[in-house]
């Protein structure tokens, strides 16, 4: 009895606890790919902080199957969130419009902005890559991501809305990073 209170106990309490602050607090993902420089990397380790509320311009990890049809299993993206729902979003010569309203970029570089981004609207997009049925407005529980590096990005502009569901959390860059450029473009950008 003395071994399970003393060994077992305590591993089973560890565990609980472990599970509990993964599946509702925080995780540590690794960023894969290069669609979000120049702020996150490829292979660095960022947070992702659960009960944060989703705004735009935040950085969001969310699992890919099913809203991509690329991702045939489950598999988690790192993007940025340009619209929640009821948001107008469009492009046009590098500038970004949410509500008819420019939406600053400094967070990402000129040709970041421009190259390979086109010129386009919700609708028009929909209807080039056949993902929906003309919409407007991003809809309800759902959101339009985009990557920061756009020329390489696979994103919301070929594939869609992202459902609320599949969201697992927001990004935040860990205070052991040494990038302070990077922290104030992941964690502090978004906005209502």
Do not use: C
Not at 25 to 36: E, I, N, R
Not at 118 to 145: C, H, M, Q, R
């Amino acid at each position: 009895m003395r071994f399970l209170r003393d060994w077992v106990l305590p591993i089973i309490i560890g565990l609980l606890v472990a599970f509990l602050v993964k599946t509702y607090l925080f995780q540590v993902v690794k960023v894969d790919g290069s669609s979000m420089q120049p702020n996150l990397q490829d292979s660095e380790r960022v947070i992702v902080w659960k009960p944060a509320e989703i705004k735009r311009m935040s950085v969001i990890v969310f699992d890919a199957h099913g809203e991509d049809p690329a991702a045939t299993q489950s598999v988690d993206y790192v993007k940025r969130v340009i619209g929640i729902p009821g948001d107008t979003i469009s492009y046009n010569d590098g500038k970004l419009y949410v509500n008819d309203k420019q939406v600053p970029q400094k967070f990402i570089d000129e040709e970041q902005r421009t190259s390979g981004t086109g010129n386009w609207t919700l609708e028009s997009i929909a209807n080039k890559y056949g993902w929906g049925k003309s919409p407007k407005k991003v809809p309800k529980d759902s959101y339009f991501v985009l990557g920061d590096h756009r020329s390489v990005s696979n994103d919301s502009r070929y594939w869609g809305f992202v459902k609320k569901s599949k969201v697992m959390g927001v990004v935040k860059v860990p205070f052991w990073s040494n990038n302070a450029k990077a922290k104030k473009n992941i964690n502090d950008l978004a906005t209502d």
